[in-house]
């Protein structure tokens, strides 16, 4: 009976999160409150104070908030396997689109039908990254002491110093000076918003465990919002490596937007370009890897993280440190992509869509793609 029970609870909550994986859209922020409005309104598998606390907890630790989330969910309905379930079944709609789209962009992507749709999209990608960056910044900086600290991860990462580095040693220097400036920090958690030309790369160039090995790091110390990982790939696989070009990083990220689900199945598409199918797949693999060990590890101890000052103030600096590396990634991303009066025309009319509309990401790319084929054929 007991195995039939727990048989019957893999099952749901694979399902349930499947058919959340399909339809969401909007970023993290709109993932968590689809699933308060699920599992906690409507199928009550945890309270809300709970739910609140899993959220907090998400912020200090490595990896993309909502998906951790599916996974703490799982893990309160049905345990370790329970937390495996709801992950796997969350990311696997997102990976199989980005998958399809990677294999449609290799394969047509430099078509004169697809550039101009594209062309489009990365500014409206722009300005995405954009408004996620202006509510993180309103949210996440609270003093001026995490003003300072942003500022300055923004100018390191600007002078390429690598962003692990910019962002551990911002949040390690914030936690010591806001613990000295105030012993009664407070965490407030952190909902993030989470957007052409081919050039063929040859899968048998890079090793596969190369890959996953990237892809694992990145995973690992992932701190912020999926935006960030823009940062990574930008500061390796097109500065270091040279494994990308800079026009790759956008489409990547463009086509990610047309997804549901995590944004981190960019991964998915960076790795069918680096190394094909089984490229996509460890690349999957490696980047979501650490998340389902943290959750496993930080579930049973939530009800205690929240009273440790000093893993508040920690991510506090932490938060202003992926603002700041956000910041110097609009700054690098803007100045490749706006380089003509159109590019500027649908950068401003998506940056204000973007800050004044609640209107979803998905439908600011598609607005862009439309916007970029209609300039294409007119002028």
Known sequence: MEAKTKSRHLAEISANF??????????????????????????????????????????LIPGPNSTEMTMHLGYERGGMWGSIAAGVAFILPAAM???????????????????????GIKPAVVAIILGALWRLGRKG??????????????????????????????????????LLQSR????????LPLGTAVAQTNPDQIPLWQIFLFFLKVGSVLYGSGYVLVAFLQNDLVDRYGWLTQVQLLDAIAIGQFTPGPVLTTATFIGYLLGGVWGAVVATLGIFLPSFVFVLMLNPLVPKMRNYVWTS??????????????????????????????????FGLATYVTLRTRLS???IVIGGAALGYLFHIIF
């Open 361 to 363: 990401s998905v439908w």
């Open 313 to 346: 103030a920690f991510l506090d600096a932490i938060n202003a440190a992926a603002v700041g590396v956000m910041l110097a990634v609009t700054i690098n991303l803007g100045h490749d992509t706006l380089t003509s009066w159109s590019a500027w025309f649908i």
């Open 18 to 59: 499947f058919k959340l994986g399909l339809v969401a859209f909007g970023g993290p922020a709109a993932h968590i409150a689809m699933m308060d409005d699920e599992f906690v309104t409507r199928r009550q598998w945890v309270s809300r104070q709970h739910f609140l606390d899993l959220i907090g907890a998400t912020n």
């Open 141 to 178: 900086i609270k003093n001026w002491q995490l003003v300072v600290i942003g500022a300055g991860v923004a100018v390191a990462t600007l002078l390429d110093v690598p962003v692990l580095w910019a962002l551990f040693a911002g949040g390690a220097v914030g936690m010591i000076w806001l």
């Open 97 to 119: 689109l980005t998958g399809l789209a990677a294999w449609a962009y290799v394969n047509f992507g430099s078509l004169p039908q697809v550039e101009p749709l594209l062309q």
């Open 184 to 191: 009664h920090a407070k965490t407030l958690p952190l909902l």
